[in-house]
Nanobody, 115 residues
Framework: QVQLVESGGGLVQPGGSLRLSCAAS????????MGWYRQVPGKERELVAE???????NSGDSVKGRFTISRDYAKNTVTLQMNSLKFEDTAVYYC?????????WGQGTQVTVSS
């Protein structure tokens, strides 16, 4: 079992920045992917950005050029730097870790972009 603990959500004005962090409770030695998804009421959870254990990144089209994902493999953390935030980035953001057949989610952290 792995626990994912998220931090860094909050309220920000349009054009502002926020940083989300997620820490896994233990190291994963299999090939794995850590990343962030987001969800708004009435819509499916969507990929924001993810990074594999070999450093390959993938992100949603709506955040390309604005959000950057990074991992600290020694600390078992993944960080999402969000810049140039827009109203439509408002959502609950969930940390995700998957490896082998396991799929873990954090508890979610609210990001609200509002003036």
């Amino acid at each position: 079992q792995v626990q994912l603990v998220e931090s860094g959500g909050g309220l920000v004005q349009p054009g502002g920045s926020l940083r989300l962090s997620c820490a896994a409770s233990r190291s994963i030695f299999s090939r794995n992917t850590m990343g962030w998804y987001r969800q708004v009421p009435g819509k499916e959870r969507e990929l924001v950005a993810e990074v594999t254990s070999s450093g390959i990144t993938n992100s949603g089209d709506s955040v390309k050029g604005r959000f950057t994902i990074s991992r600290d493999y020694a600390k078992n953390t993944v960080t999402l730097q969000m810049n140039s935030l827009k109203f439509e980035d408002t959502a609950v953001y969930y940390c995700n870790l998957r490896y082998d057949r396991a799929n873990y989610w954090g508890q979610g952290t609210q990001v609200t972009v509002s003036s």
